[in-house]
């Protein structure tokens, strides 16, 4: 157990839909991280959050939008979705604003949209 | 952040020593070097980090050359169980942000 806590575990909709996907770091942690991973995709770099400020982006679509909340907790928005956001969304803490190393992932939202 | 390239897929047989090579040219001077399991349907789980020449712990030994711009992952006598996905990342230290990106990893298939 990593002790970064994700929910749903999973998810179904359909498309044109919004979700909201949230995530606990771990107790100490002031970093989050989202990663998305298509099926066969290696972990796509989405956003990081410290300490409630967005710290650095990738990837990540118009469509979604993250924050980071003053208890620590992160959430990752998804909307007007599509047939292609079908994906594992992952979300991974560390204490600092820079990565020191490891990184601690939780066990994934699995989103499938129809 | 330095790009990193790996082998797309290994075979191995149990009890077999598998050596998982990563190349990562442009490393810089404050990057350190770290490897990350994983299973399917699981999030990614650290294995061992380093900086310069070798590291053990428990599970693995990382080797890394005195010129940096590579780093192999050694796994003693493989079971089946560590048939998983190897990534290794190259960052950190201080002075570096975020943009945390994997590669494509390392499929490890190890069979009986």
């Known amino acids: 157990d990593s002790g970064v806590t994700q929910t749903p575990k999973h998810l179904i909709t359909a498309t044109g839909q919004r979700v909201t996907l949230r995530c606990s770091p771990r107790s100490g942690d002031l970093s989050v991280y989202w990663y998305q991973q298509s099926l066969d995709q290696g972990l796509q770099f989405l956003i990081q959050y410290y300490n409630g400020e967005e710290r650095a982006k990738g990837n990540i679509l118009e469509r979604f939008s993250a924050q980071q909340f003053p208890d620590l907790h992160s959430e990752l928005n998804l909307s007007s979705l599509e047939l292609g956001d079908s994906a594992l969304y992952f979300c991974?803490?560390?204490?600092?604003?820079?990565?020191?190393?490891?990184?601690?992932f939780g066990e994934g939202s699995r989103l499938t949209v129809l | 952040l330095a790009k990193t390239t790996q082998p797309i897929s290994m075979d191995s047989y149990e009890g077999q020593e598998v050596n998982i090579t990563c190349s990562h040219n442009?490393?810089?001077?404050?990057?350190?070097i770290t490897w990350y399991q994983q299973f399917p349907s699981q999030g990614p789980r650290f294995i061992i980090q380093g900086y310069k020449t070798k590291v053990t712990n428990e599970v693995a030994s990382l080797f890394i050359p005195a010129d940096r711009k590579s780093s192999t992952l050694s796994l003693p006598r493989v079971s089946l169980s560590d048939t998983a996905v190897y990534y290794c990342?190259?960052?950190?230290?201080?002075?570096?942000?975020?943009?945390?990106?994997f590669g494509q990893g390392t499929t490890l298939q190890v069979k009986p």
């Open positions: 990342l190259v960052g950190g230290g201080s002075g570096n942000t975020g943009k945390l990106i």
């Open positions: 991974a803490s560390s204490v600092g604003p820079e990565y020191d190393g490891e990184l601690f």
């Open positions: 442009n490393i810089a001077t404050n990057d350190y």
